[in-house]
């Protein structure tokens, strides 16, 4: 009797030691602002963590390698988060990148590298100098594509806006409109125009010359939208569950109804209309004015440089950021996602040399997106002759994203793509504004570094001999010799 009394005492005592440490854990995680998954899901969110750890060392028995998941694999996921907690790039054994499979990159290594006393910082570039009476001077190579407010929560908004001034690269407002918290951090901001006009509508849904003008005190520049690389002939969607109040206010809509943006300008209908609005915009502003849009073919580039020429370089815009086929989105059709528009690998090359033959390639600004995330494929962008590269979520994942894609749903578990607020307390501004700032800058340094060791003195000097891409038959290919640099044509010739 009394070995059984001690031996319930002892279960007790135990049994009670056992919640007292679950109840401890879970208020440490709740509390903790550093992960966002333990935020939201106390206790049980460390066996992501968990897991996470179990797969580095038995993939090989039970797990998928570190570079087979879609839309982004592990390897890399955990190279970003490496570089916004500025934990450094660096591996050890040997890398787990195949350079025999087609595509993969290989960047043609200098016998002399440039020394470190010899390097030079990469210069920024100014959007519309000579032709908008407010240049925009973009200082950063990386920069934050657009995300609408509404897509992403109001804390990922903010922590954007104080990574990207602390960072000193331009936000995109994405097509939803600019709110209070775009503007937060004092960054330079690039304000989208959808198709729907959010925050620049009159209340007829026309493109308002006020507002334009009231924009244009805190905006650097002016972006049209004609589609993106993720659902290109398709307008944005918001599902009605991510329509608040205050979003409703901002876009000028109904709270709690879907808002799905048209598929295309109502007052743009051709190459002549883009280029009016553009003139127009940036004559009211003063502000830089581009083009966003997915490349389908040859043809719209053609006649945007033909009626260039024809009309002449005030007309033109002064940037174009060109979207692959890859691109993402926080609502989309699977079947535009999947099927519509060109890779940014094809499509890029083919901008820049319609805009080498036209001669006007130094009047327009290029700026590339589509899963450009990594030093590598950001300088690979710039061998081709891309000027800055937009990525959106490459700094989703700096914000906590674990690619759980449930962005369309409203249930996030990360607090970066929902309005819920118990799940948006994941997301602790004051610790994530910096990983922003930490992964704009690592991505600026590391694509300095692959400079370097080419044999250049920074990144504006990459060029097409640069790199090699390895091709089917897994030999490599310069991509001076899969893209030749094209001459400049005369005019008649085109």
């Not at 001999?465 to 005019?491: C, D, I, T």
Request: aromatic fraction near 8%; proline fraction near 4%.
């Amino acid at each position: 009797m009394v070995m059984d009394v001690l031996s319930y005492g002892i279960g007790t005592l135990i049994g009670f030691v056992l919640l007292l440490a679950v109840v401890f854990v879970f208020l440490s995680d709740v509390t903790q602002k550093k992960h966002a998954v333990l935020r939201s899901y106390p206790v049980i969110g460390h066996l992501r963590y968990f897991f996470e750890q179990l797969g580095e060392y038995f993939r090989q028995y039970f797990f998928a390698g570190d570079r087979e998941e879609m839309p982004f694999n592990r390897a890399t996921r955990g190279w970003v988060y490496r570089l916004a907690k500025n934990e450094g790039g660096t591996i050890g054994f040997g890398s787990t990148y195949n350079l025999r499979e087609p595509g993969a990159l290989i960047f043609v290594n200098h016998p002399f590298p440039v020394l470190e006393e010899e390097r030079l910082p990469t210069p920024s570039l100014r959007l519309g100098e000579g032709y908008a009476k407010e240049p925009f001077e973009a200082r950063s190579i990386v920069n934050i594509s657009g995300m609408s407010y509404g897509a992403i929560s109001a804390p990922a908004v903010r922590s954007l806006s104080r990574g990207a001034a602390l960072a000193g690269c331009w936000l995109d407002t994405g097509e939803g409109g600019l709110s209070p918290y775009h503007i937060e951090g004092e960054c330079d901001i690039v304000m989208q125009i959808g198709t729907a006009k959010y925050g620049v509508r009159s209340s007829d849904g026309q493109l308002s010359a006020e507002r334009l003008i009231e924009l244009g005190r805190f905006v650097s520049a002016f972006e049209i939208k004609l589609s993106q690389g993720a659902k290109p002939g398709k307008g944005g969607v918001l599902p009605a569950g991510k329509v608040t109040a205050e979003i409703a206010q901002i876009r000028g809509i109904e709270e709690g109804m879907d808002s799905i943006s048209p598929n295309r300008h109502r007052d743009i209908g051709n190459v002549n209309e883009l280029l009016d609005k553009v003139t127009w915009i940036r004559e009211l502003t003063g502000r830089p004015v581009g083009v966003k849009t997915a490349i389908g073919g040859w043809r719209f580039m053609n006649e945007l440089a033909d009626a260039i020429l024809r009309r002449g370089l005030a007309c033109a815009p002064d940037f174009l950021v060109v979207d692959g086929g890859e691109g993402g989105s926080g609502a989309a059709p699977q079947a535009l996602a999947d099927h519509m528009g060109l890779s940014i690998d094809e499509a890029l090359p083919r901008v820049i040399d319609v805009l080498f033959e036209a001669g006007i390639r130094e009047r327009i600004r290029v700026v590339a997106s589509g899963k450009l995330l990594s030093p590598a494929r950001a300088a690979w962008a710039l061998c081709v002759g891309a000027d800055f590269i937009n990525t959106a979520r490459g700094f989703l994942f700096s914000l906590g994203c674990i690619q759980a894609l449930r962005c369309h749903t409203n249930t996030c578990p990360t607090g970066v793509a929902t309005h819920n607020k118990r799940l948006q307390r994941a997301l602790v501004v004051e610790e994530k504004y910096v990983r922003v700032a930490n992964y704009a800058n690592n991505m600026n340094r590391e694509i300095d570094m692959i400079a370097h060791s080419c044999g250049v003195r920074h990144a504006r000097e990459l060029r097409r001999e640069h790199v090699r891409v390895v091709q089917a038959s897994g030999q490599s290919m310069a991509l001076n010799m899969q893209f030749p640099y094209p001459e400049a044509k005369p005019r008649a010739a085109r």
